[in-house]
């Protein structure tokens, strides 16, 4: 099992930037690509970012591409997502999400992930 925990989220105004941090347990941690998606209200629950597992291969929405930095420091066992020039329409709860599988492409669908953070409120005001 692996456990995630996020944070970092806030109330911003649009054009300011965020750090949401990840911390995982319970699995190396390496071993695991990461993901970040987020759902606004009445939306399905989308894909934002992943990075490998040795964090260097990464891959990002085209919505955020960019704005957004998907980074990892294995040695604390903490994912991280930068988020910079905040929208409106960024507003959403964001997951990070864990995939116990070594490959080059970190993968982008949720039904590759098995394993969810309870998501941080990231809310952007105009």
């Known amino acids: 099992q692996v456990q995630l925990v996020e944070s970092g989220g806030g109330l911003v105004l649009a054009g300011a930037s965020l750090r949401l941090s990840c911390a995982a347990s319970?699995?190396?941690?390496?071993?695991?690509?990461m993901g970040w998606f987020r759902q606004a209200p009445g939306k399905e629950r989308e894909f934002v970012a992943a990075v490998n597992g040795v964090g260097l291969n990464r891959v990002y929405a085209d919505s955020v591409k960019g704005r957004f930095t998907i980074s990892r420091d294995n040695t604390k066992n903490t994912a991280f997502l930068q988020v910079s020039s905040l929208k409106p329409e960024d507003t959403a709860v964001y997951f990070c999400?864990?995939?116990?599988?070594?490959?080059?492409?970190?993968?982008?669908?949720?039904?590759?992930?098995?394993?969810w953070g309870q998501g941080t409120q990231v809310t952007v005001s105009s």
């Open positions: 999400a864990a995939a116990p599988r070594s490959m080059w492409a970190p993968p982008n669908q949720k039904s590759q992930y098995d394993y």
């Open positions: 319970g699995r190396t941690f390496s071993s695991l690509a």
